[in-house]
């Protein structure tokens, strides 16, 4: 589901004082961030991205400070958590939706192309079967084995989408653009691993293919 401003606005998040919550200050100014940049997209001419936004990137790395109970009542932390993957859900959409627009104006852009023909249809099963990364020593980098099996679900991801059978909440190992932004792998310390940067911005590419294809589905 696609959230508004106005729902974010009127929105009550529950609170706890039986275990640790996060500090309802530093959540509700983040909220108020959360309300202007959703009303910047929403009321922006052209999907053109708004000036001043949130990011998903941003909302995915959110973090507040912990209250524990015995001190003061806070946010429960669940239920803060799930309204931010809805949050980056929604603004993966706007900005994949303004991405598409933008490719569509560039010059040499067809007619028929657009979100469906866009950033979905521009990362296929296949080419994800046959990327590879950098494998770096000495230094942190990503759980090799952890980010294949990962691959392998985004490909098994990409076929379904590519043969019209994806359909969210359908069969266990099939990923959304949410799944892709909110995964995280454990850093090597003394093993080789893939190299950090270049699988986060490859991720970064999956999670606004997955994003081009949902906003059809």
Known sequence: MLLTADHVEQMRLPTTTSREGYEKSSVDAYVEEIVATLRAWETEADDAAPDYVLHSGDVTGAAFPAIPSIHDEGYEEERVDEFLDNVVSTLVHYETRAAAGASAGAPGAGAGDGVGAGAGATMTADEIARRTFNVVKFRGGYDRQAVDAFMTRIVATLRAHEAGTWRRGGPDGLLTSADVINIK???????????????????DDVAQALAAYEVRD
């Open 185 to 203: 792998f454990q850093a090597t310390a003394l093993r080789s691993g893939y190299e950090q940067d270049e699988v986060d911005e490859f991720l």
